[in-house]
């Protein structure tokens, strides 16, 4: 499966909207984007995947660009609570090989 | 539906003695994941269950490490004898199959201190 790379750290203030990059130039075909977020203490937790399309759930939305290198997670509104760890990591078929960087740390302030 | 359960939730231990973690997976996962997580880092796979037949233990250092899934749901993780460098916390997830479609559900993990 293909690395990713992300930004150590990233700030927001509170009501804005969070966008956290990801790096995935070696990509293929048959890869999915995924995002999760780990808050202290807790186990990561899923937010969204995509292919191709941008994708949109009650938590996120996701944009894919067309040659697939890169993608964005946006959280519309930030929130406190939505400070946390951000991973993008990338999973084909089979999935055994699945990275986790050491992601974004994203500081949402008041 | 429970998620994934994992006990105990914080375990501390002496060198050089034996510790194991258990996880149970959503119902109707196959697929089970040993992942283990450094302070400061993301989680590295350690052990992959497809069913109960384990298909990817590359990265499990097997002179101290073993696991199994009898019956193809829950999970044993042991670790013996403990040493410092495991002070770790291990998480076990699950997914409902290895295609990419698919994403991982994650317990709240164990938090191993080893003194």
């Known amino acids: 499966d293909a690395k990713t790379t992300q930004p150590p750290s990233m700030d927001c203030a509170e009501g804005r909207a969070a966008n956290l990059p990801c790096n995935h130039s070696?990509?293929?075909?048959?890869?999915?984007v995924y995002w999760y977020r780990q808050i202290h203490s807790q186990g990561p937790q899923y937010i969204i995947h995509?292919?191709?399309n941008n994708e949109t759930n009650e938590m996120a939305s996701l944009i894919i660009t067309e040659d697939r290198k890169s993608s964005t997670l946006i959280l519309p509104h930030a929130t406190l609570r939505d400070t946390a760890v951000y991973y993008c990591?990338?999973?084909?078929?089979?999935?055994?090989?699945?990275?986790f960087g050491a992601g974004t740390r994203l500081f949402v302030k008041a | 539906e429970a998620g994934v359960v994992q006990s105990p939730r914080y375990k501390i231990i002496e060198k050089k003695q034996p510790v194991a973690f258990w996880c149970n997976p959503i119902?109707?996962?196959?697929?089970l994941y040993w992942y283990r997580q450094n302070l400061g880092q993301g989680p590295e796979l350690l052990i992959r269950?497809?069913?109960?037949?384990?298909?990817?233990d590359s990265q499990l250092p097997k002179d101290r490490f073993s696991a199994e899934r009898l019956k193809g749901v829950d999970s044993t993780l042991k670790i013996q004898p403990a040493e410092l460098g495991d002070s770790a916390v291990y998480l076990c997830?699950?997914?409902?199959?290895?295609?990419?479609?698919?994403?991982?559900?994650f317990g709240s993990g164990t938090r191993l201190t080893v003194v």
């Open positions: 119902s109707g996962h196959n697929t």
């Open positions: 070696t990509i293929s075909g048959n890869e999915y």
């Open positions: 995509g292919l191709k």
């Open positions: 990591i990338v999973r084909g078929t089979g999935g055994f090989k699945t990275i």
């Open positions: 997830a699950s997914s409902l199959s290895t295609g990419g479609n698919y994403g991982y559900t």
């Open positions: 269950y497809e069913n109960e037949e384990a298909v990817d």
